[in-house]
């Protein structure tokens, strides 16, 4: 690939020098880099929200792309540090869950990154994210192969994202984060559900709708997410501030009668 | 052009995965494009605040670059996808007004997109910024001529922006919006006036100075700004703080009888 | 060097237009260039804090980065647009001390920028970023040598930073900032003191740890900083918020009589 991409997913918040010190790392070893900010707005220590920005974005990225994630609360500890291919994609981060979402991909592979001589010297114990993850990802982006980079494991810790349960004309699942808006995204399908299902979040009904533009202003509205995911809204108002509540509100759909 | 440049003004909030979903398709059909965040901070389908952002940074960039906006509260109704060529910069994005700036420019011509062909598939309900606009500023930004992604039409939706009014010895505009020092910026044009006219901000009087570090701290200040437009501040301090308000306050200029 | 890097450190505002009239005047000098935003978050007319962040950040990047600082309250007024080269990176910025840092190093060297035909023109009175500084940068990136965009000087404004005490057995410093963490650095370096010196923050005790990870949650801990500089820091939680201030709390080190 020309000109690879590696994104950058941290909770060193927004305009921190910390990412300016990963993208050094990354240009260092490759200044044709690609480097492309995922979000560094993750609450510290947040590996959920972390995996539902990777859901939401990282498969739209082209074939050969790097994802970065430093969400690394467990840093210099024994945690191990990974990588993980998946649907033509490459995740490096450290093995706390965060990588989950990559890791339900069929065919997915991990390793265990072991490879101490593409790391850079001396390590420090509390920024991997400059000192192990990023000379990775740059070595990774440049060409070498998982196998390159570490030792492939078969326990990698999963995903920590809430498992929606399903019943004859039920599925209930929950709200796991709101985006600038105040859109709520949740964990179920859209595709599994449509018009001739209620939907109710947080015992509130919500209103099928297909986009927000073409929607009575004052119900909570659910329409199918842009990421694929069933979504809970308000036209041109937030649904997280009226709902009061972001990640963990249950939503559940049940098929109508009438439906 | 080597290494065109797409520039992005959105309202989806600094550090949003969704301007990650823009790049990633951008960067997926030409990954020599030259991206550059014009501003993520643009309150919630404020097509406004976007035009005074544009207003300010978009003929700062050479000649060739292109400017996706993506502040679309229709996104998925019949508002229409424009594309405005104006003084050799191209941009793109809802007719909702937020282009206005540059419809004001002489010469200034604007297709509706209507190229299906060359959006992404399927094409979601609510995120055009990446499924239409993106897609489309990229072929536009490696070559493609205006009348290749769209057709010509007369009636964009212009400027939202308020007008100035203007009688003998008296220029009447109003504060558009603060920058993060608590600066104002105005629809006055700073060329229209200077030290003989007495300038009062929401009824208070503002002195004159050249810059703010050899201005007295106190008093409210008004100067020629940096993007052309009567500007308000305070040495060392917030204009914005000390008006309480932004947006909409009235600006009044009047030559003096010594002026 | 293929693809110069230059970063960007400012006041502006996270996500503000006035960092994209940067980038813009800097590419348009050179396509090719690598651009890195360091921070944008320095709180306004903060000389200090951005001496800190390039103190971390700044020495990261490799030979031949150009560092393009724009914290300006002087601005338009008689303070020196200046350069200074040090350990093989370039600084531009104001001759207020936000360049400090670069000065203290060995073999340091610092010009006066005043070839005027490399400035924009016209000169604003209020964003010498835009029109003096970034094209400066972009020059020095291509192979401008510091003696083609300025004059020599001996005294440019050192460092604002607090200086460490030092006694027998005793090392006296002060917290410098917090990150987005809470942890909190300092300016006593890490090489000088261990686990044989007793820490206090603000007359609190703090435990040495070797990263979060393996510490005890809820006391308050000290540990060597990936910056090289002593760090207070929580388990799980904000030193920041806990100690109620930030900069300007006193650091006492001292030798213990077991040590």
Redesign the interface.
Known sequence: ???P?V?LTT???????????L???L??AQ??L????????IP??SIRAAEV?LR??AF???IG?VHLVVVD?????T?RPIAVAARGLIFVGPDNGVLGRALLEPGARAVVLDRKALWREPL????HG?DLFAPVAAELACGLALEDVGSAIADPIPSTLPVVERGPGRVRGEVLAA????NLTSNIPAAEVDRGWRVTVGGSAATWC?????AERGPLLC????DGYL?IAIA?G?AAARLGATAGLPLVCERSERG
Chains 1, 2, 3 share one sequence.
């Open positions: 690939m020309r000109r991409i994104t909770d060193f918040g927004v305009s921190s020098p910390y990412v300016a010190e993208k050094a790392v240009l260092a200044p044709e690609n480097l492309v900010d995922l979000t560094h707005a510290a220590r920005a939401s974005a739209t990225f082209p792309t609360p467990g840093v210099g500890t945690r420090s114990s509390t920024f400059r985006d600038d808006f105040g297909r986009t927000y533009g073409d329409l199918a997410g842009s979504e041109e937030s």
